[in-house]
């Protein structure tokens, strides 16, 4: 948008700062006994003065009242609003014409931001609600992290049958370019020819150690305590029996069993190869560690069956161990 075409799109937009975009439109149903119930059981809302009349009727309320966070409820329009964007656009209320201004000239996200509602008038069964909304205000275009746009604020009116203000209602809603990140330059056409890789491995000042180890030396670490001598894995600072954070580690020689296991279906994550069957295994050095079990039919593997694992390159970015079994009948023997 050209700084003209901005100040153009701007007079129009704030033109509409005042402005009635829905007119007083009574609810489709009177407040009702029946919805009242279902809302209090969804929201948990156990208060009596709702649901049980003969309570009320002995409360300050003197009878039944309506949740008063059920206000706007009464006026919504339901599940016909699923289709009003395909309405003729001169059958649409100013709302929507607003809207399809901003989605004109490239304002298509929105986002709600607040809403502050005001209850001034308890509301009973057999009320009729009836609402009208204004556009309160419109903000300067504000940079977010959605992207360029406006905030604009409406002011909902609650009457009741009786004309007398029941409540109000401040909404506010971003209207925005969605944000789209800066590409550099051969970025989309290196990622294209990638093939995809899994997820990589999360690394922090406690485990760092141990992927170096793995990826430079092609070895699993098993980290030991110092003081007592006790393996622990996955790393972490401090030992489990002794709190002592001094530590070393030792070589698995990554012989062990299936502990347990569960072969991954869906959804299918790229990078990964299926069948997948991801295992914890029990290494003879005695801790346990998270892998693959690899090279078989997922039919085959069993709790118990004795594995190798090896220290494999499974992808351009992720060198991690891998287990096979050794013997489909080894359930229970070293
Ligand atoms: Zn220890």
Redesign the pocket.
Known sequence: MTPEEKKVFETKLYSWVGKEIIPPTAGPDLVNEPMIRQWAEVMGDLNPVYTDKAFAEKSSKKGLIAPPTMLWTWSLEGYPMAFADQQDPSQQDGQRSLHRFMEQNGFTGVLGTNCDQEYLKELRPGDSVIANMVVKSISEEKATAMGNGYFIETLTTFTNQNKETVGTMVFRVLKFKPAQAPKAANESAATENKAPTRLKSVRGHDNAWWWNILEKEKKVPIQR?K??K?LRHPPRPF?N??Q?GDWDHVESKLNGEIFSFIELHYPEIPGYTYPLICAVISLDEGTRIVSNVIDCKPEDVKIGLRVKGEVLQVDADNIIPQFRIINKNSVGSK
Do not use: D, E, M, R
Request: proline fraction near 0%; hydrophobic fraction near 10%.
């Open positions: 305590c003081s007592c006790t030992c029996v002794c002592s």
